[in-house]
């Protein structure tokens, strides 16, 4: 059964750079037509949409955060990882990091973790 | 970017009761990829219909996806207590992948 398990740094201070990695278990980061998201939701509001990556590397931002987003993968370690860069108060919410394909949505999803930016 | 509409914003409804939710996009969604996701309290969103009306693996029945272009409907067709829920839809036919705002069904 496909786990994936959110981990990083909880507190950011502002301008600074958020950064999670995603640890993918019961199933290979490799696996074929997968690829991997990122979806965030502010406290009390809804979801958004960060962006994707394949294990290849090839990657698609969001275009309301492409200057602020770069995405990785670690194939030995079967996780992939987030860094947003600059970060102010309106990124604290909770990032999420799930599978999806390019013709299925996400599907499988992780528990989530809540990252707060203050100083 | 295509922009998602749900509506109601919230729906109070009895046990038993049907719930009729909306999601109207934008722009037509091609080949129907329209999901939804139910998120309870404190949880990661759950996928329940993708392709606007297929019930992904393990949803129950009673939830079901229908509609195509730029209109979509998820009927719950007898509300149970635990589906007390946020329901957003989903379009992966373009980039970026968009969500709706979300209905808040809650349960009387």
Redesign the interface.
Known sequence: QLQLQESGSGLVKPSQTLSLTCAVSGGSISSGGYSWSWIRQPPGK????I?YIYHSGTS?Y???LRSRVTMSVDKSKNQFSLNLSSVTAADTAVY?CAR?SS?????N????TLVTVSS | EIVLTQSPGTLSLSPGERATLSCRASQSVSSSYLAWYQQKPGQAPRLLIYGASFRATGIPDRFSGSGSGTDFTLTISRLEPEDLAVYYCQQYSGSPRTFGQGTKVEIK
Do not use: C, K
Not at chain 1, 46 to 49: A, D, K, V
């Open positions: 809804g979801l958004e949409w962006g698609y969001n275009p309301s999420y999806r013709s299925t949505p996400e599907d999803w992780g528990q989530g």
